[in-house]
Every structure is written in structure tokens, then in C-alpha cells.
């Protein structure tokens, strides 16, 4: 059986398909080095977190704790960790979307 020219585009295509994948695995690895922020009560609660949603570090101001009002500590720093988690979805998604751009996969879009 003769082999067509769609044999050499599709060898050429695998070729694409694992240096895009091996790209992929690359950049999701350097996200973990990778750190943002969150925070609230302008700034009185600071949350780092990594690109792979693991919180490195929380910091709140002593001016904010009241032993009184601990509702608002607890309220304040879920909100600083909520904006910390957004920012990483916005990062990976800056990151890892240069692979699924003007592509259609499911789960990867």
C-alpha cells in the first residue's frame, strides 16, 4: 500500500502535538513558582498564593485585630484568600491559554 501525503502531514502533526504538550507540562510546572496576591480591608490582610492554588503566606496588619470582632478578621481574611485564588485563575489562564487558544477541547477551554 502506498503511503499518501497525509502520512507525512500526520507524522508532522504528532510532532506539534507532543512539543505543544511538552510545552503544556512546562508551564504548568512554572506556575508553582510563580506567586499573586490577595487582599482586603485595603490592604490589611495580604494572601500569597502560587500558580498551582497552594496559600504560601498569610499576613494581617495588628491594627486589625480586635479580640472583639473576630467576625471581621475571619471575614477579612476569606475574602483576602478568595481574591488571591482569582488572581491564580487569572494567571494560568494568561499562561496556559496561549496552548488552547483557537482550539476546541473540551475541559480545556
Known sequence: MK???GGGMNNNMMKQMQKMQKDMAKAQEELKDKIVEGSAGG????????????VLEVTVKEEVVDPD???MLQDLILAATNDALRNVDELVN??????????NIPGLT
Not at 94 to 103: R, Y
Open 3 to 5: 503511503r499518501g501525503m
Open 43 to 54: 490592604g490589611m490582610v495580604v494572601v500569597k498564593a502560587n500558580g498551582h492554588k497552594e
Open 69 to 71: 470582632d473576630i467576625d
Open 94 to 103: 494568561k499562561d496556559m491559554g496561549k496552548f488552547t487558544q483557537g482550539l
